[in-house]
């Protein structure tokens, strides 16, 4: 009797402990979930209030990706990733289409090329501020911008930065990226270009490294061979020691 006493009580103190950290562990979930989450919470997920729609029963989305949390990264306001977003939250089916970065559209407000020049300059020439009003109305007007250019109803838009992806990583501990390559010398190395910015370069040292503000420089070269009239790729840089590379013909 004695015996099967203390095995209950042993299986209890065991049980006891199990429930601790199980709750533990549910209660990390539950703050990480929300911190990735922010104010809408992980209850959001299972929301049933339909977004807004166009009169063809599509709820759009402009996602607009910019770098403005990196102060050292030039043009970090410029919209170089815009995306559409397309869902219809009845037959339950998603279109997505990349709007070029490079399109040259009328902005129709003074702006760093003008009056006109690439669609991805429109969301910073709105307004240069910081604060949550001038955030919603450069939201709200490039919104418009496109949906006007497309001919679309935009409902919804989506202003991600890279401070967004650093906080959802912050938010879980961690990821862990394994990339993999069938090429047995293994995969490239880092973009040079990005290394012309390195903080502790001083201003010649950049210039040395990246003389036009990119380590591998495209010229054309013409030449004329058997009567024809040849353009030769150059390919030039400082890493070659100033040597051209000679990589093709148009």
């Known amino acids: 009797m004695k015996k099967k006493l203390i095995t209950r009580i042993i299986l209890a103190i065991i049980g006891i402990i199990i429930a601790i950290v199980a709750g533990w562990l549910l209660l990390k979930l539950w703050q990480t979930m929300n911190s990735v989450f922010h104010n809408g919470g992980i209850l959001g997920l299972f929301s049933q209030q339909k977004l807004k729609e166009d009169a063809y029963g599509r709820s759009n989305v ?133 290394m012309s910015r390195a903080k502790e370069l001083n201003h010649q040292q950049r210039r040395e490294r990246c003389p036009t503000g990119h380590y591998m420089q495209l010229e054309l070269t013409a030449s004329t061979k058997n009567g024809r009239r040849k353009s030769d790729v150059v390919l030039s840089s400082a890493w070659f020691g100033g040597a051209n590379l000679r990589i093709g013909t148009i």
């Open 62 to 194: 402009l996602i607009l990706g910019t770098t403005d949390d990196d102060p050292d990264h030039p043009g970090a306001t410029l919209t170089d990733s815009m995306m559409i977003l397309s869902v219809n939250q009845t037959k339950k089916d998603a279109y997505m289409f990349s709007i070029p970065r490079d399109l040259n559209v009328k902005i129709g407000m003074a702006c760093n090329s003008g009056y006109a020049g690439k669609i991805n300059e429109y969301f910073g020439c709105v307004n240069n501020g910081d604060s949550a009003q001038a955030e919603t109305e450069r939201m709200d007007k490039t919104k418009k911008f496109i949906g006007d250019i497309f001919g679309m109803d935009i409902q919804q838009v989506a202003h991600i930065n890279t401070a967004v992806i650093r906080d959802a990583v912050n938010a879980v501990g961690r990821v862990t990226v394994d990339v993999q390559s069938r090429d047995p010398r293994g995969i490239l190395d880092p973009s040079m270009d990005w």
